[in-house]
């Protein structure tokens, strides 16, 4: 395992050909975006935000823009069959289509990506109204999953060009979900590497972490990981292939019900993970637990913290350390039927790395779910 240092990343910064701001939003393929933005809004505390439809114009698809703090979550769904919505939540459920990425030219993001072999998804589009202009461009990453560019320095409207404000009687209380802290996206057999290369060459990534399959197994199943950074360490990407095991990888599981490469989940930052999952787990979102006997050794591992140990055990969430700092961390339970996407919730205090040390009581914990399945 190797890591790069603080002042390597800021080096890189300074030749960034893709200067990225951070995550814009993620877009959701959905089977049913109304019911799927009720579920977001009621169950993890978003607020309506944005709209686009018939009503706005839009004559094949329906999409609700939510919103939490820094993370903006679109739901989209097609109107009609036969376009390539339809195909894709047939073919994989509802999962993440788009990871958009905020930028300050989105010309020059689209011009510099597909020059290094980025295969163009969307050339540079201008969109305007009344509120000013939004540029998009876009390439191709994983599978079926894309990377916008989005340009909104000139715009002033709620979300962008073609959407009208979502005003609505229903908006629940903030869980205290901040931004997105990484995405990560589950690739086939032998395939991690090559789309290291890709998010190197393409995006100008630089690989920062890196796990094989001994830090990463069970008794039963493994996994690689290698986790990308973009220069200001504002966007990661870790990306996870299978390993060879006993028994079926959960990322194998995963390729199968999603019918390919996708995204594996989204990791949301809180500043009270404790707060936070306390209320999440009050309206209905379920998490993996981990035995209880996880805490009884705990902090020999990771040394004293600020949070009682107490309210971490009973809600399930996970401890670990690094060189920079600990960090709080608890996966949810797929969000759809499917065995596929799911949510990490993170609250780091100076770590800025991946929760390594929980990876086997985490993946045996999974492992239980994916045998009830009959998938393990
Ligand atoms: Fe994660």
């Not at 979550?73 to 990425?101: C, E, Q, W």
């Not at 949070?307 to 009973?314: F, N, R, W």
């Amino acid at each position: 395992m190797g890591t790069i240092t603080t002042t390597e990343l800021q080096k890189h910064a300074a030749a960034d050909f893709l200067p990225l701001q951070g995550t814009d939003y993620v877009e959701f393929y959905v089977g049913n975006a109304k019911q799927a933005a009720h579920f977001y809004k009621t169950a993890f505390g978003f607020q309506s935000l944005a709209y686009a439809g018939p009503e706005t114009g839009v004559k094949d698809k329906v999409s609700y823009v939510i919103r939490q703090h820094k993370l903006t979550f679109v739901l989209t769904t097609p109107l009609r069959g036969n376009n390539s919505i339809a195909d894709h939540v047939y073919k994989h459920g509802d999962g993440v289509k788009v990871l958009a990425l905020k930028v300050d030219d989105a010309a020059y993001a689209w011009e510099q990506t597909t020059q290094r072999g980025g295969k163009s998804y969307m050339q540079p589009d201008v969109l305007k109204d009344d509120n000013g202009e939004v540029v998009l461009s876009g390439i191709h990453t994983y599978g079926d999953t894309v990377h916008l560019f989005v340009e909104r320095k000139n715009y002033n409207g709620v979300f962008m060009p073609g959407f009208k404000e979502w005003k609505s009687h229903y908006n629940p209380v903030s869980t205290g979900l901040q931004y997105v802290d990484h995405c990560v996206g589950n690739v086939g057999w032998n395939q991690m590497n090559p789309w290291v290369k890709f998010y190197e060459e393409v995006m100008g990534f630089k690989n920062i972490l890196s796990f094989d399959d001994k830090d990463i197994s069970t008794e039963y199943s493994a996994l690689m990981s290698k986790v990308m950074s973009n220069g200001n360490g504002y966007v990661k990407f870790p990306i996870n292939e299978p390993a060879e095991g006993k028994k079926k990888s959960q990322v194998e599981e995963y390729l199968d019900f999603y019918n390919g490469e996708g995204v594996q989940h989204v990791a949301i930052a809180t500043n009270n993970i404790i707060d936070t999952v306390t209320d999440l787990q009050n309206r209905g979102v379920e998490f993996l637990k981990v035995p209880g006997s996880y805490y009884e050794t705990v902090l020999d591992r990771v040394g004293k913290i600020d949070e009682d140990l107490a309210p971490l055990s009973q809600l399930g969430i996970l401890i670990d350390r690094d060189e920079e700092g600990y960090l709080l961390q608890i996966f949810s339970k797929p969000l759809q039927d499917r065995p596929t996407l799911f949510f990490e919730i993170i609250q780091r205090k100076g770590a800025k790395s991946f929760g390594k040390g929980n990876f086997k009581a985490l993946f045996e914990a999974l492992e239980r779910e994916q045998d009830a399945r009959g998938n393990l």
